[in-house]
């Protein structure tokens, strides 16, 4: 299983955290570069996370486009470093990753 995340400088947090709870492969596209428009979700992605520090708004749109018409789940998180459960949030990314 890979979680792709897109944007953000610093995805540390995630990386750790999808380890600890026996997830495999995190891959990161920083949203910086230009090409990163051009990039499509790999194949053996199962969620897609949007870190909103330094991303688009046409590479936010065209990842979570595409991920919904393949039906993966798509968590968007304020910043990368703070990662945290969510109180009450049905769809949370803590939540999905503590639970898989």
Same mark, same amino acid.
């Given at each position: @299983?890979?979680?792709?995340?897109?944007?953000?400088?610093?995805?540390?947090?995630?990386?750790?955290?999808?380890?600890?709870? &026996?997830? &495999?492969?995190? #891959? !990161?596209w920083s949203g910086?570069?230009?090409?990163?428009?051009?990039? %499509?979700? +790999?194949?053996?992605? #199962?969620?897609?996370?949007?870190?909103?520090?330094?991303?688009? !708004?046409? /590479?936010?749109?065209?990842?979570?486009? #595409?991920?919904?018409r393949r039906g993966? +789940?798509?968590?968007?998180?304020?910043? &990368?470093?703070?990662?945290?459960?969510?109180?009450?949030? +049905? /769809?949370?990314? @803590? !939540?999905? /990753?503590? %639970?898989?």
């Open positions: @299983m890979a979680i792709l995340v897109v944007g953000g400088d610093s995805v540390d947090a995630i990386t750790q955290r999808a380890r600890a709870g &026996g997830h &495999g492969c995190v #891959e !990161h910086r570069k230009t090409r990163d428009l051009t990039k %499509s979700i +790999p194949k053996d992605t #199962e969620v897609v996370v949007v870190v909103l520090d330094r991303v688009n !708004h046409t /590479l936010a749109r065209k990842v979570r486009t #595409e991920a919904t993966l +789940p798509v968590f968007f998180q304020k910043r &990368g470093r703070q990662v945290r459960v969510a109180d009450h949030r +049905p /769809l949370d990314l @803590m !939540h999905w /990753l503590d %639970s898989k």
